[in-house]
């Protein structure tokens, strides 16, 4: 990868409708060639998806909650099952399984505090392996990015 793969991804995760004739424009390339390194950044799994940002309070998601969780056993496969009930969740947006004082972290959206409870009551309390969960709610969103600092 080289410093125009580099400025071609910024493009990219700054906007990732950009024509390719835009982004062979702004780096200095032919449209064959902006067209080839895509390709090979896309299969290279560089580019692993594109993607539209929408605002979750204009679709009517107005709460944000980011929730640590502590697992009651070590054992794999309720934390697999755990896993697993994360990802395909569609309020989960976010999942991380971290080192420290909880097992994971997830950033869950909400219509509303009603709705939240309702998760909580479908996805931790309903589940025998969740010690116990945090949950902070966000205020305001002062930064939300995917953009790497490249």
Do not use: W
């Amino acid at each position: 990868m080289d410093q125009s793969d580099l400025k071609l991804l910024a493009l990219l995760q700054n906007n990732a409708r950009t024509t390719v004739l835009a982004m062979a424009d702004r780096i200095g390339a032919s449209t064959a060639s902006v067209q080839r390194r895509l390709r090979t950044l896309r299969e290279g799994g560089v580019i692993k998806k594109e993607v539209a940002v929408l605002d979750a309070h204009k679709l009517g998601f107005d709460v944000t909650a980011i929730v640590s969780v502590e697992l009651e056993r070590d054992r794999l496969d309720q934390i697999d099952a755990f896993k697993r009930k994360a990802r395909i969740d569609a309020q989960v947006l976010n999942f991380y399984c971290i080192a420290g004082d909880a097992d994971f972290v997830m950033v869950v959206v909400a219509k509303d505090m009603r709705d939240y409870e309702a998760f909580t009551h479908r996805f931790f309390f309903s589940d025998k392996n969740v010690r116990k969960f945090r949950t902070s709610i966000v205020v305001s969103t002062e930064k939300a990015t995917l953009a790497l600092p490249i």
